[in-house]
């Protein structure tokens, strides 16, 4: 079965093209036939090299969404004689991709990374006020009109059926990974006598919670150090600098983020998930803390088993978390590495998922 995974962007994201680019090493890897695409601009110029990338041929006014999603599935009808099926990446309130899932004779299914409703209502403004009444209509007919819908998480899967009255037989999950070379297990650890705890996002959201975390220093005395790479409210900001053990490190490259992980001990995931209607999530920053060593503390359930030491799902305390801190201290990064290879590296998710999408094809 001959699959192409395909995502339009139009402005760039680190974490969607890296998702793509390992899962296409992966593949390759495994020998599958599968390929991987991401649709972008003529003029786009970040990874402007790699196989992934798919340019427009044509010149895309820079307000044209429109013009440059026909671009796309132009593009895509183009690939129907290639392969048996097609993976999407799905796009909100979109009635090209509608039209698109009508058109073509070959099957989709449509991969979905959010609840898609709950985080429209959640922006409150006017624009996503009609972005959501128009994902209501066009995006249920989608769901349904498509060969299988894909849910980075059960409980996305969940809520894409329950939008379409539960008529979607085959569950589908593929979880987000991370890509693990040769030489990944060979880890660095500089942890030193005082907890260093990181904390990661480009920008820091009211669902990331992290007005939450600032919130509860007041209430503890213990000696740690809290990373905080990321840009941050000025709310947020004003707190976190009346606290001599918070580092606010703003936005950092790879390479010296990687230098405070060899310092850390833990890294927190998100915590208040809640505000855009969710409960579950499956991060790439969770899996880049896992697989760089860290054991992660999370306000959210993840794909793991409960019985997985290195996930906790807990409150959003200082001191709970200083107490986790201090309780995973005498795992080595390399072993939390590898404990955590089975569930978050990409090369083992695209086999699995490859098998049961051929399953469901059959």
Not at 28 to 43: C, G, H
Not at 90 to 116: A, C, G, M, W
Not at 151 to 161: D, L, M, P, Q, R
């Amino acid at each position: 079965m001959r699959v192409l995974h395909a995502a339009p962007m139009r402005q760039i994201s680190s974490g969607i093209i890296n998702q793509m680019k390992w899962e296409h090493d992966a593949a390759q890897d495994l020998n599958l036939p599968w390929e991987v695409k991401i649709f972008v601009p003529n003029d786009f110029k970040f990874y402007a090299d790699s196989i992934i990338i798919e340019k427009s041929n044509k010149d895309i006014k820079i307000n044209s969404n429109f013009q440059f999603r026909r671009e796309y599935y132009d593009w895509l009808l183009k690939q129907e004689s290639q392969f048996d099926c097609f993976v999407l990446r799905y796009n909100n309130f979109d009635f090209q991709q509608l039209s698109f899932i009508r058109k073509i004779k070959k099957p989709v299914y449509l991969i979905h990374h959010t609840l898609e409703l709950p985080e429209l209502k959640s922006e409150k403004t006017i624009k996503s006020s009609i972005q959501y009444i128009l994902e209501q209509f066009i995006g249920k007919y989608s769901i349904k009109l498509a060969k299988g819908n894909i849910g980075v998480t059960n409980e996305i899967f969940e809520y894409e059926n329950a939008r379409v009255n539960y008529i979607l037989k085959n569950k589908l999950i593929y979880p987000n990974g991370i890509f693990y070379g040769d030489n990944d297990l060979d880890i660095v650890d500089e942890r030193g006598a005082i907890p260093e705890i990181v904390f990661i996002a480009s920008f820091f959201y009211e669902w990331h919670g992290l007005d939450l975390l600032l919130n509860d220093l007041k209430n503890s005395q213990e000696k740690f150090v809290l990373h905080i790479i990321g840009d941050i409210t000025e709310s947020d900001r004003s707190i976190a600098c009346r606290d001599s053990r918070v580092i606010l490190h703003g936005h950092l490259d790879e390479e010296q983020i990687q230098e405070i992980l060899k310092k850390s001990w833990i890294g927190l995931a998100s915590f208040a998930l809640y505000r855009k209607g969710m409960k579950e999530a499956c991060t790439l920053k969770v899996r880049e803390y896992l697989k760089s060593g860290l054991p992660v503390y999370s306000g959210h359930d993840d794909i793991f088993a409960e019985s997985f030491l290195y996930y906790y799902k807990g409150d959003v305390l200082i001191s709970s978390i200083v107490e986790y801190a201090k309780k995973m201290r005498v795992h080595s990064k390399n072993d939390v590495s590898e404990s955590s290879k089975r569930y978050i590296s990409k090369k083992n998710l695209v086999n699995v998922f490859y098998t049961k999408l051929s399953r469901v094809f059959l």
